[in-house]
């Protein structure tokens, strides 16, 4: 991954160049911002940078040794930790080194990707991604190994929310006495989940949404799509370039989420429990990663409804045929219960990521939706 490749933060990318030409790049740096805001993508293309021998002023060279490594992520100064779980050919222990190969097909065919898109390529989308006690004993064993092309060993942590206790504090270990020339660059997409001694021993650099027109740029210049389609997939991704780029390659795709939403929203209204009960069911099959997602969908597209409701249907972000299908059921979303259900939504969410039971969340939140699709505006008092 090359600077020139990653979309937006042209600011971070010049602060990025800068620490690197003045040789004063911290040791430990985190990068987090929400799904699809690039810091992955930016990670590796500042560590390719790092260690290419032939620096030019802004980007790396492409044509030296250590870039044609990174070119298939092979470098041997440059390793990277991410979330594993078992599968059908790893049955127990999984730890990084199991799925390597994996991980570099997925992170080159899609440096955006999000912790469902990874777990799917490996078949386990229904399990929870982990980086666990075996992969603290391995970060340990790494970065005591001497350099061999690179003035530095670089360690790239992808998702570290999903480290368990034990693995947390050996990394907090490592970062405060960290071994010599040795860089480490955690990028996450929720800075909160962790350790606050963590954080604290981390440069945070923060990554926001991309714009509209930073993700036409991208979608324009790298897949060649045509502007008319780049901008409307630009205005439905709101700035989730990961989203953008399964928009680009599925037209279908937020029509599906919109009638999956719209067939839940049906049941809690007309209350049809037996329909519920099936509907939950189903859901609690899906697994967590499909749920979180589900719920993201679920206040996106509440927002979107509540503007059809206010009679803005110019700053909706969605096509005109899907408009079309939320413009009914938006009688139903208003001032009154809207701030409730994107609350109702966020808890749900909140409580699948520390390992809520699926099926009594969502018996739960159907009902919770029930009363509130059923919730009157009270008339103002003259």
């Keep these: 991954m090359l600077f ?44 390719r940078y790092i260690c290419c021998t032939n620096k030019q002023a802004s980007d790396s060279c492409s044509t030296c040794s250590s870039c044609i490594k990174f070119e298939k992520l092979v470098h ?3 390793h990277m930790v991410f979330p594993v779980n078992t599968n059908n050919q790893v049955k127990k ?45 391995n970060i340990i064993r790494k970065l005591n190994l001497t350099t061999y092309e690179s003035p530095y060993k670089i360690m790239l942590i992808w998702m570290p929310e999903c480290m368990n206790l034990h693995t947390a504090n050996k990394l907090l270990k490592i970062l405060e006495e ?47 799509i045509e502007n008319d389609r780049a901008q409307q997939v630009a205005a439905l991704s709101e700035g989730n370039l990961n989203l953008a780029l399964k928009l680009s390659q599925e037209t279908e795709l937020i029509k599906k989420d919109i009638e999956d939403f719209l067939e839940w929203m049906r049941f ?17 099959g899906v697994g967590r990663e499909n749920q979180k997602n589900f719920l993201t969908h679920a206040v996106h597209l509440t927002r979107q409804t509540l503007l059809l409701n206010l009679n803005l249907p110019q700053l909706v ?18 001032a009154g219960n809207s701030d409730e259900l994107l609350a109702a939504y966020d808890k749900a969410y909140y409580a699948l990521e520390r390992n809520a039971n699926g099926k009594m969340l969502f018996l739960d939140l159907s009902f919770k939706v029930s009363i509130l699709l059923n919730k009157r505006v009270l008339p103002k008092v003259a």
């Excluded at 080159?108 to 075996?134: A, F, H, V």
């Excluded at 960290?178 to 650099?205: D, K, W």
Aim: net charge negative.
């Design 4 to 47: 020139k490749q990653v979309a937006g933060n042209q600011f971070i990318k010049e602060s990025l160049i800068q620490q690197v030409q003045s040789n004063r790049v911290s040791h430990a740096q985190l990068f987090f911002g929400p799904e699809g805001s690039g810091a992955l993508a930016m990670a590796t293309a500042f560590a």
């Design 76 to 78: 041997p100064d440059f």
């Design 93 to 137: 222990d999984a730890c990084c080194d199991d799925f390597i190969v994996e991980w570099r097909k997925a992170l080159t065919d899609n440096p955006y990707l999000n912790l469902y898109d990874w777990l799917k390529s490996l078949g386990i989308e229904n399990k929870q991604g982990n980086i666990g006690t075996e992969e603290g004993t």
């Design 178 to 224: 960290p071994p010599e020339r040795t860089l480490f660059l955690l990028v996450a997409e929720s800075r909160e989940q962790l350790m606050s001694t963590i954080q604290s021993r981390t440069q945070a650099i923060r990554f926001r949404p991309l714009s509209d027109n930073e993700v036409t740029a991208f979608l324009i210049n790298e897949l060649s």
């Design 268 to 284: 809690c209204f007309k209350s049809n429990i037996p329909k519920l009960l099936v509907w939950v069911d189903k859901m609690a």
């Design 317 to 334: 972000k969605l096509s005109e045929s899907d408009k079309e299908l939320l413009k009914k059921f938006s009688q139903f979303v208003n």
